[in-house]
């Protein structure tokens, strides 16, 4: 009679051992496979060279989260695919460069960022006195050509 008890003491120790193992090493099998297939980096990605190194730059300083916004942000990408580019970037892979644009005609003079010329402000005018009072046409081409905010575009028309 002691003998069964002791063996089914044995028993139940060996299952609490054993429920605890797989419990401890279930969840950690099953997330690496996951978090390895869905933080692939998508094909064809082409990223300029100096984004690459600022975002492994922040994210090797411990800014993962803030190299994935920033990714984001510039290259024009959607959440899981900047963190997969990330992990990738800190696992050390390098993507291609983009290929410069041969569409653009290679005579037309490059407009600075921030340079109001007088054929901007000919346009400025003419669409703020057609929309007086919203001018949205006005600002957006202001923001998009100059890289002024909102606030000081709409004071750069006030003061037409």
């Given at each position: 009679?002691?003998?069964?008890?002791?063996?089914?003491?044995?028993?139940?120790?060996?299952?609490?051992?054993?429920?605890?193992?797989?419990?401890?090493r279930g969840p950690e099998t099953t997330t690496t496979r996951t978090l390895s297939s869905s933080l692939t980096p998508p094909p064809g990605v082409r990223l300029p060279r100096e984004l690459q190194d600022e975002v492994r730059d922040v994210a090797s300083r411990g800014n993962t989260d803030q190299a994935v916004k920033n990714l984001q942000k510039r290259a024009h990408l959607p959440h899981p695919q900047a963190t997969a580019i990330v992990y990738a970037l800190q696992a050390g892979q390098v993507f291609p460069e983009p290929e410069p644009d041969s569409t653009a005609p290679a005579a037309a003079p490059a407009r600075r960022r921030g340079a109001i010329d007088a054929e901007l402000l000919a346009t400025l005018r003419r669409l703020v006195s057609q929309d007086r009072l919203r001018r949205t046409a006005a600002i957006r081409l202001l923001r998009e050509r100059t890289g002024m905010n909102s606030r000081d575009a709409r004071r750069f028309l006030d003061a037409l």
């Amino acid at each position: 009679m002691i003998m069964l008890i002791l063996g089914l003491v044995v028993i139940v120790i060996l299952a609490l051992v054993m429920s605890f193992l797989v419990i401890r090493r279930g969840p950690e099998t099953t997330t690496t496979r996951t978090l390895s297939s869905s933080l692939t980096p998508p094909p064809g990605v082409r990223l300029p060279r100096e984004l690459q190194d600022e975002v492994r730059d922040v994210a090797s300083r411990g800014n993962t989260d803030q190299a994935v916004k920033n990714l984001q942000k510039r290259a024009h990408l959607p959440h899981p695919q900047a963190t997969a580019i990330v992990y990738a970037l800190q696992a050390g892979q390098v993507f291609p460069e983009p290929e410069p644009d041969s569409t653009a005609p290679a005579a037309a003079p490059a407009r600075r960022r921030g340079a109001i010329d007088a054929e901007l402000l000919a346009t400025l005018r003419r669409l703020v006195s057609q929309d007086r009072l919203r001018r949205t046409a006005a600002i957006r081409l202001l923001r998009e050509r100059t890289g002024m905010n909102s606030r000081d575009a709409r004071r750069f028309l006030d003061a037409l």
